[in-house]
């Protein structure tokens, strides 16, 4: 969608608060965000970063402006002195032409939790550096994380699950690692973006090539991770039996053979 992010700050100090009470200042910031959801793309984008910060998601021709306006005139109204604050804003566009809605819509989720984790370290002066710099970064690392699943440029490595007692290998659990860059990193990042259920997906479809290819003849059993996100993903969940289903018949008529 063609839509814009406009970060307003209420700029309202800790004595204005004091100055016109907390069931004003309250009441203020009900009555905002009730203007910002209005005017938000589709009734939930807007949020609050901190006391005095909030940010809209907003269709390009909704004007930044007018939103201004409205608050102004709300501060003014619950102000006992009729002076109320300034409101300040600003608006960004990112220039997504070469990205795709879905990697679009991923780094931008991204950037927005980048954007909740600094909090109120985001200024109005910072907001539009800020936003291109992450989304051009994480666009990309996006786009590089897509193609290491694609082309399953990981590798699996199997730590024994020892019994005390006997000293024997009760299973194996199959950890992966990249082949470039830390695994930990990817894996949480992968989880930012949302595509941990694809990733795991790889992982899983490659755990059962190599029971079927290496594992087959042995009595070994095996173990593998899944993210959170997965499992709660219905998509996944339909996905992974569809692979399971498949590799299980494919591993039954080798046995057979």
Same mark, same amino acid.
């Given at each position: ?87 300040? =804003? ?20 991204? #950037? ?7 909090? #109120? ?30 082309? #399953?440029?990981?590798?699996?490595? =199997? ?39 694809? =990733?795991?997906?790889?992982? =899983? ?12 003849? #042995? ?39």
């Amino acid at each position: 969608q063609d839509v814009s992010l406009t970060l307003f700050d209420f700029a309202a100090s800790a004595t204005k608060k004091e100055q016109i009470g907390a069931k004003a200042w309250q009441e203020f910031l009900d009555s905002a965000s009730e203007i910002l959801i209005l005017h938000s793309f589709d009734g939930r984008t807007a949020g609050k970063i901190g006391e005095w910060r909030s940010i809209l998601i907003h269709e390009k021709t909704t004007r930044a402006e007018e939103i201004s306006e409205q608050l102004s005139a709300l501060a003014k109204r619950i102000d006992p002195q009729g002076t109320g604050f300034e409101i300040k =804003f600003k608006t960004v566009r990112a220039d997504m032409k070469d990205i795709s809605p879905r990697d679009t819509n991923r780094a931008l989720l991204y #950037t927005l939790q980048e954007f909740e984790r600094l909090g #109120t370290d985001i200024g109005i002066q910072t907001l539009k550096q800020g936003f291109d710099m992450h989304l051009a970064s994480n666009a990309q690392k996006t786009k590089e994380l897509q193609t290491i699943i694609e082309r #399953t440029q990981f590798n699996l490595y =199997f730590q024994p699950i020892v019994d005390r007692k006997t000293k024997e290998a009760n299973y194996y659990e199959m950890l992966c690692r990249f082949e470039n860059g830390e695994t930990t990193d990817w894996v949480r990042f992968g989880e930012d973006v949302g595509l941990a259920p694809q =990733f795991d997906l790889a992982v =899983f479809d490659r755990a059962l090539q190599y029971i079927k290819f290496k594992g087959g003849q #042995t009595r070994h059993k095996f173990t593998m991770n899944l993210s959170a996100q997965s499992i709660e993903d219905a998509n996944f969940c339909e996905k992974f039996m569809e692979i399971l289903e498949k590799k299980r018949l494919m591993i039954y008529s080798l046995l057979r053979e």
